[in-house]
């Protein structure tokens, strides 16, 4: 008897069994990894990338060393607590920005992984370079209107862009699924929650609020109706809908490239003032 059930066959294990994914859980999940996308390419990317475009400006010019930079930093004064204020304040706080729009625009992008990556950089500078390059900072006249910063400026724009793209596409390969009620899914309801209450308004200000540039703001609000249409999507999407609407990824995608255009006019001009060249 003892080898007859030695011998039994065993069952495989059910399929059905395994928990099912959550839809609202994996939504979560797509916000919170943008989130953590943006923190890791805000540091790594954004703020180290700010020193060495600021050394690289140190050593162009050494008779602007040993003064103050509009936000109050030492040109060539390299030391533990500029870089850490610059990772932290500069890189993070650009970083969380970044996420916070990546979230906002991504299911709009190509899905081809260095497709992505390179139109991601491309909005990227249409986007951020009106932020962080403007003619009438006074930097700019301290560094003599030098075209390589102001390029090396906007390739770090670019690059964090383009690293968004390919650290969110790591990240989702690697984040464990929503299933619901796992410790996993509680985390990523808590990253969501935190961006919502406390970095989304703040890129609603960046992006929207009035400045010297109508373009721009036309631009933040080009960028607004896309992420209306990620609201509508996600809907959707917590309903159990596999694909968007082909209306809606249209008019997505059309705010997003008008986006991008206002965002072009607008920081195009100041880059070449800011360059010396007009």
């Known amino acids: 008897m003892l080898d007859s059930i030695a011998d039994a066959p065993v069952a495989a294990p059910s399929l059905d069994a395994r928990p099912a994914v959550w839809p609202l859980g994996q939504l979560v999940r797509d916000i919170a990894r943008g989130g953590i996308a943006g923190i890791i390419v805000g540091v790594f990317v954004a703020g180290l990338g700010g020193r060495v475009v600021m050394r690289v400006a140190a050593l162009l010019h050494p008779n602007a060393v040993g003064m103050r930079t509009e936000n109050g930093e030492v040109i060539g004064d390299v030391t533990l607590n500029g870089t850490m204020?610059?990772?932290?304040?500069?890189?993070?706080?650009?970083?969380?920005v970044a996420g916070t729009i990546w979230v906002a625009v991504s299911p709009w992008l190509?899905?081809?992984r260095l497709v992505r990556a390179l139109v991601t950089a491309v909005a990227a500078i249409a986007l951020g370079t009106p932020l962080l390059v403007q003619a009438t900072n006074p930097d700019f006249l301290v560094l003599q209107r030098d075209g390589l910063v102001v390029l090396?400026?906007?390739a770090l724009v670019a690059l964090v862009g383009f690293s968004m793209a390919l650290v969110d596409g790591a990240l989702d390969?690697?984040?464990?699924?929503?299933?619901e009620g796992t410790r996993a899914t509680a985390a990523y309801l808590i990253v969501t929650m935190?961006?919502?209450?406390?970095?989304?308004?703040?890129?609603?200000?960046?992006l929207l609020v009035q400045r010297e540039y109508d373009a721009s703001i036309r631009a933040g609000w080009a960028v607004a109706v896309s992420g209306t249409c990620t609201l509508?999507?996600?809907?959707?999407?917590?309903?159990?809908r596999a694909a968007p609407p082909m209306p809606l990824r249209a008019g997505a995608t059309a705010s997003l490239l008008v986006a991008c255009g206002l965002g072009l006019m607008t920081g195009l001009p100041h880059v070449l003032r800011a360059a010396g060249v007009r």
């Not at 935190?194 to 960046?206: D, E, H, Q």
């Open 85 to 96: 204020a610059l990772l932290i304040f500069g890189g993070l706080g650009m970083g969380l």
């Open 232 to 240: 509508i999507w996600w809907a959707m999407r917590a309903k159990g």
């Open 194 to 206: 935190l961006g919502l209450a406390l970095i989304l308004p703040a890129t609603v200000g960046i």
């Open 152 to 154: 090396l400026l906007v």
């Open 110 to 112: 190509p899905s081809g």
């Open 173 to 179: 390969a690697r984040l464990p699924p929503a299933f």
